[in-house]
């Protein structure tokens, strides 16, 4: 049936029963290329039908469908003219995993963040309304999702829209792990009651709303987005949906099956993970937990990329804490605990600590709470776009009172984090290395001195100030320096948000150039603070990272060329420079 | 009665008649001192009887209470211990409008952004309860604050906590303006049915809801604490307050009377505003909006701020948005109307686009849907420290995609907002003017050439890059160097997302030094990326711009000077560098 099906105009003529077959051919199509590539299983198996509903009762892309964080969006894609990159193994990679503008005019958006789709939904149907113009918008979200800040804010103001606009909760009862917070208890009831309890989280704010007790139901699927379709009341379609629908192993390990690693379902056994930051940081947690009862271990909503386990959880007990996909109260949350005496640890990926600046400036860093935040996956990657992991340097280390870490090493990461949990003055920030891993030598560094860089090996002519992961690389390029006769100091600055003023004046003695190294942008950047500081000082200073660009899943190799960071790229500009 | 208290310990002993009395006191002191210095008149009016029923029911500061925003936290002050500074008029200057626990020990947070105090309080509660000690945690929380997305996560977590903590809603009806969203057509219902609706927004979380007819009866207020007081469940207490009570104008005049210059109360006509920057921007719109039928002027809850009064607001009819103090929402929701065909101008104070980080990034940068935003109030202030407005430019500028301009003068602005608004490429960042104020030459600028500098006045030796409203600064220093036989080059970049590189190799032809001017903070700013720009050049860079801190209330003329920015100071630090 997929062979006939080439856009959504195709669905219009089919039976329920072709349809039917229809979602058993992409079913079938999506199970075996997401095990060949990897990327979201459940989700997609979960909202299968539901799509193929949605573009035979509604006209996309003149009706316009938005997809929250598209973690769903693989059945819309092979329906609006993109099956090739699902049914033919050398095109697989060559489509992105979200829904993307510049791939289909039935995509409206590049997004990979949750909880902005009905927001960026609203902006669509606030338009129409006021260019007059009459056609359904759909905002599709996750039960997951509705604990962001941003997805409430939307609700709320769509409520109140006075035209059209349609927002599916596509409810599986899940997150990417399980659901926290109370609206959860309020979707329970209402699937409880087939959707007719009195009191309906989505009525009270004003929408409308209709009921689908089985959202992987085609024919149940249809007469909903019917009776919705044109309807010039904001309403809520609500679908219990099953995640991982029509894959055992996925409906069984729900939480395992939200995104894959390529032949997940060949392998017998999950091949052993070798020692990490993340096991280190789970060991490490695991043991501090048993001498310090004031420790807390604290997700928002992602605890499986922190290696926050099933089982790490359980042995947390009390001590861990998933308040949900909702970075921002994340933040508050931790200065609040911090406040009053507790050691929260919250552990966050770079590309989500982009949701909590203000928090981290106003709930957290003016009132200079001990909290500890890690953060991981900070640095350039082949991610997509909405992944990116290159701006947490700017971010966070231009806010005042925050201290900024860069472990280079295990050793040096573990010692960090101690300090962290045991001090009492400063919110501290540690960007837990992404490119490297390296046990280091013992560390016995005292943090609570800022700003204090480490000379490791003292050479002249030239300094290299490897930030961080990007240490090793500096270390590369001394050893190529020194093919050349050059005898280049190395050092670890620790500290990303401030200058060692004394160990950068000294350099001026017998050093005619400074280069800095840092995995992450640029432009306002750590490097950058560097060729400040040297501004009127004969000093040269030559600057290594990432330009500011949006990067979307080009190989690593590309991108480092790209920057000029390979050993041999910045040995010869230090070179050229001299 | 005021005389007999000192602390909330005073208040245990008097009766209900006495508190009252006490209340009339307070009443007349708050309406005398705000009337002389300004401030929040009308919230603290309106919360004056319930801060006298906290204080009296609970026991401060072992229970902990925590004011969202802090907009009506004068009565609070004014009962632990803080009365002197509202009594002594030599003293008035000499407390923060907002909580702080420099102040002491009752005060938690030093908060003045919205929609954080219950995420700030479940902090605290979620310590108290790891730690297994026992009080009350109390958020206090305006029905304006409950747009914002965190709290919304806050009450979401809050809700099952599982142990104590009391929200209690300050409903008032009003925001700083008038309440949009769909939740306040739950809150209007639950007031119409005294509190007895079956569909209860706070109930579908899973919270318990007390409701307070009238939230200025003490006697009402104190039986509604007694009654929630030791709660081992979350339970919100929704009070009905009246903004501005017991001052008639603030009554009749709730939303020019939130905040208030000193001496409203005094003159028989507010004093005649001359032309500025804001009201350039609302007569523009009010032009534009004749031969442009997409362009929607945007607030998030701040319309006075930028000049949006009613006035405005009825001209533009369905051109004009408040989408409720909830930012996040604001961007994405721009992004997607900017996406459909709209022409979004998103007005916001720099200190709330703070709030923004990532919705600029991935809802806007990354689909390079061309939006406009200006922000107001940006640059170095002597406000608290919670509405500082020097973060943007590191905030904005290092976000790929994005455009951030820095008007001179009302001639550029008003171009490069038409510019903006008539593109199709870009979303456009401007920063409007806050130090200076300047009619300015005629601009004809294209500004889709992107990083295009102007050279306003050729000269040798030393070049002065001003930014924004520094040009103007960079203009006095030129007249100081000239003194000194140094003809400087003048140069107005007006682009604070890019570098001119033609123009700046240009320079080193005949100059020697290149000093920048920022109004914000130098840490990830403009200057740096100038600075790296020549890191291996002879040209020295000097970067003038504030200090990486947190400032409260200090005075511009000491700030200015603290961080070397009086045109002596520039000139003196340029000729010492030469």
Same mark, same amino acid.
């Given at each position: 049936?997929?062979?006939?099906?080439?856009?959504? +105009?195709?669905?219009?003529?089919?039976?329920?029963?072709?349809?039917?077959?229809?979602?058993?051919?992409?079913?079938?199509?999506?199970?075996?290329? =997401?095990?060949?590539?990897?990327?979201?299983?459940?989700?997609?198996?979960?909202?299968?039908?539901?799509?193929?509903?949605?573009?035979? /009762?509604?006209?996309?892309?003149?009706?316009?469908?938005?997809?929250? /964080?598209?973690?769903?969006?693989?059945?819309?894609?092979?329906?609006?003219?993109?099956?090739?990159?699902?049914?033919?193994?050398?095109?697989?990679?060559?489509?992105?995993?979200?829904?993307?503008?510049?791939?289909?005019?039935?995509?409206?958006?590049?997004?990979?963040?949750?909880?902005?789709?009905?927001?960026?939904?609203?902006?669509?149907?606030? +338009?129409?309304?006021?260019?007059?113009?009459?056609?359904?918008?759909?905002?599709?979200?996750?039960?997951?999702?509705?604990?962001?800040?941003?997805?409430?804010? +939307?609700?709320?103001?769509?409520?109140?829209?006075?035209?059209?606009?349609?927002?599916?909760?596509?409810?599986?009862?899940?997150?990417?792990?399980?659901?926290?917070?109370?609206?959860?208890?309020?979707?329970?009831?209402?699937?409880?009651?087939?959707?007719?309890?009195?009191?309906?989280?989505?009525?009270?704010?004003?929408?409308?709303?209709?009921?689908?007790?089985?959202?992987?139901?085609?024919?149940?699927?249809?007469?909903?987005?019917?009776?919705?379709?044109?309807?010039?009341?904001?309403?809520? /379609?609500?679908? =219990?949906?099953?995640?991982?629908?029509?894959?055992?192993?996925?409906?069984?390990?729900?939480?395992?099956?939200?995104?894959?690693?390529?032949?997940?379902?060949?392998?017998?056994?999950?091949?052993?993970?070798?020692?990490?930051?993340?096991?280190?940081?789970?060991?490490?947690?695991?043991?501090?937990?048993?001498?310090?009862?004031?420790?807390?271990?604290?997700?928002?909503?992602?605890?499986?990329?922190?290696?926050?386990?099933?089982?790490?959880?359980?042995?947390?007990?009390?001590?861990?804490?998933?308040?949900?996909?909702?970075?921002?109260?994340?933040?508050?949350?931790?200065?609040?605990?911090?406040?009053?005496?507790?050691?929260?640890?919250?552990?966050?990926?770079?590309?989500?600590?982009?949701?909590?600046?203000?928090?981290?400036?106003?709930?957290?860093?003016?009132?200079?709470?001990?909290?500890?935040?890690?953060?991981?996956?900070?640095?350039?990657?082949?991610?997509?776009?909405?992944?990116?992991?290159?701006?947490?340097?700017?971010?966070?280390?231009?806010?005042?009172?925050? =201290?900024?870490?860069?472990?280079?090493?295990?050793?040096?990461?573990?010692?960090?984090?101690?300090?962290?949990?045991?001090?009492?003055?400063?919110?501290?920030?540690?960007?837990?290395?992404?490119?490297?891993?390296?046990?280091?030598?013992?560390?016995?560094?005292?943090?609570?001195?800022?700003?204090?860089?480490?000379?490791?090996?003292?050479?002249?002519?030239?300094?290299?100030?490897?930030?961080?992961?990007?240490?090793?690389?500096?270390?590369?390029?001394?050893?190529?320096?020194?093919?050349?006769?050059?005898?280049?100091?190395?050092?670890?600055?620790?500290?990303?948000?401030?200058?060692?003023?004394?160990?950068?004046?000294?350099?001026?003695?017998?050093?005619?150039?400074?280069?800095?190294?840092?995995?992450?942008?640029?432009?306002?950047?750590?490097?950058?603070?560097?060729?400040?500081?040297?501004?009127?000082?004969?000093?040269?200073?030559?600057?290594?990272?990432?330009?500011?660009?949006?990067?979307?899943?080009?190989?690593?190799?590309?991108?480092?060329?790209?920057?000029?960071?390979?050993?041999?790229?910045?040995?010869?500009?230090?070179?050229? +420079?001299?």
């Amino acid at each position: 049936m997929l062979e006939k099906v080439n856009s959504p +105009a195709d669905l219009k003529a089919l039976s329920v029963a072709d349809l039917q077959v229809l979602a058993d051919d992409i079913r079938a199509v999506l199970i075996k290329k =997401v095990n060949e590539t990897g990327g979201h299983m459940g989700p997609n198996l979960g909202f299968l039908e539901a799509t193929i509903a949605l573009h035979t /009762v509604f006209d996309s892309p003149r009706d316009k469908i938005v997809f929250d /964080v598209s973690h769903q969006c693989y059945t819309h894609k092979i329906l609006t003219g993109r099956k090739e990159y699902f049914l033919d193994p050398a095109k697989y990679e060559d489509i992105s995993g979200f829904t993307n503008p510049h791939e289909s005019e039935h995509d409206f958006f590049q997004v990979g963040h949750t909880s902005t789709g009905a927001s960026l939904a609203y902006g669509l149907a606030k +338009a129409r309304d006021l260019k007059g113009e009459k056609y359904n918008v759909i905002a599709v979200v996750g039960d997951g999702s509705l604990t962001g800040g941003e997805a409430l804010e +939307a609700l709320d103001n769509a409520a109140v829209l006075d035209s059209n606009m349609i927002v599916v909760v596509n409810d599986n009862g899940m997150s990417i792990a399980e659901n926290h917070g109370g609206l959860y208890g309020n979707l329970k009831t209402l699937r409880d009651t087939d959707g007719k309890a009195q009191n309906n989280f989505f009525k009270t704010l004003g929408f409308d709303y209709v009921f689908v007790k089985d959202g992987n139901d085609l024919p149940a699927l249809l007469a909903a987005f019917k009776s919705v379709k044109d309807s010039m009341r904001p309403v809520i /379609v609500h679908l =219990v949906t099953e995640k991982g629908h029509g894959l055992k192993q996925a409906v069984e390990n729900k939480e395992s099956f939200h995104w894959i690693m390529p032949h997940t379902l060949d392998a017998a056994q999950p091949a052993e993970m070798p020692a990490n930051y993340t096991s280190d940081t789970v060991d490490y947690l695991l043991e501090k937990v048993k001498t310090d009862d004031k420790l807390i271990a604290v997700t928002a909503g992602t605890p499986g990329a922190t290696g926050f386990s099933p089982d790490f959880r359980a042995k947390m007990g009390k001590h861990y804490l998933d308040v949900g996909i909702c970075e921002p109260h994340a933040v508050a949350a931790i200065s609040g605990m911090a406040k009053n005496g507790a050691h929260p640890v919250w552990c966050v990926l770079s590309s989500f600590i982009q949701r909590t600046y203000d928090q981290l400036s106003q709930d957290l860093a003016l009132n200079s709470n001990p909290a500890t935040i890690l953060v991981f996956w900070g640095g350039i990657s082949s991610m997509d776009a909405t992944h990116m992991g290159s701006f947490d340097i700017p971010l966070i280390s231009n806010i005042p009172n925050l =201290v900024y870490l860069a472990p280079t090493t295990k050793a040096e990461y573990l010692k960090m984090l101690d300090w962290s949990i045991e001090q009492n003055e400063h919110p501290v920030v540690i960007r837990v290395p992404f490119a490297s891993y390296e046990a280091g030598e013992p560390d016995t560094t005292d943090y609570s001195v800022l700003n204090k860089y480490q000379t490791v090996e003292a050479g002249d002519t030239v300094a290299l100030i490897g930030a961080g992961d990007f240490f090793g690389l500096a270390r590369q390029v001394k050893a190529l320096l020194k093919k050349d006769g050059i005898d280049a100091t190395l050092i670890n600055p620790k500290f990303l948000t401030g200058l060692d003023a004394e160990l950068l004046e000294n350099l001026k003695k017998n050093h005619r150039l400074v280069a800095t190294l840092e995995n992450g942008v640029l432009d306002g950047g750590f490097g950058e603070k560097i060729a400040r500081f040297y501004g009127t000082d004969a000093m040269k200073t030559l600057c290594f990272g990432a330009n500011k660009e949006f990067t979307d899943r080009v190989p690593m190799d590309e991108l480092m060329k790209r920057f000029h960071l390979t050993p041999e790229q910045i040995a010869a500009d230090i070179k050229a +420079a001299l």
